[in-house]
């Protein structure tokens, strides 16, 4: 879902057939490109502020499960985010 808000894409849009994914898609994009799979909307905030969201992002939908960071660090790595943002 994160991706989804941070991209403007769901995973079944047109583009996403075959092997590609939405995750695939904004992973191949980490970091040289990550503004062009960005919400234009979102591109108003710092560029570091957004990395670290996307580097974040990254964590959360890992292959496999128990690789995933956990719902309560995720929530203290985004309040620290949204504090240098301010």
């Given at each position: 879902?994160?991706?989804e808000?941070?991209?403007r894409k769901k995973p079944?849009d047109?583009?996403?057939v075959?092997e590609?994914s939405?995750?695939q898609?904004v992973?191949a994009?980490?970091?040289y490109?990550?503004?062009?799979?960005?919400?234009?909307?979102?591109?108003?905030t710092?560029q570091?502020?957004?990395?670290?969201?996307?580097?974040?992002r990254?964590?959360?939908i890992?292959e496999?499960p128990e690789?995933?960071?956990?719902i309560?660090?995720?929530i203290i790595?985004?309040?620290?985010?949204?504090?240098q943002?301010l």
């Amino acid at each position: 879902m994160l991706l989804e808000m941070l991209t403007r894409k769901k995973p079944t849009d047109d583009m996403f057939v075959g092997e590609l994914s939405l995750r695939q898609w904004v992973k191949a994009s980490t970091p040289y490109k990550i503004m062009d799979v960005m919400d234009g909307n979102l591109l108003r905030t710092e560029q570091g502020d957004v990395l670290a969201i996307m580097e974040l992002r990254l964590e959360c939908i890992k292959e496999l499960p128990e690789e995933r960071i956990g719902i309560k660090d995720v929530i203290i790595k985004l309040n620290k985010i949204k504090s240098q943002m301010l």
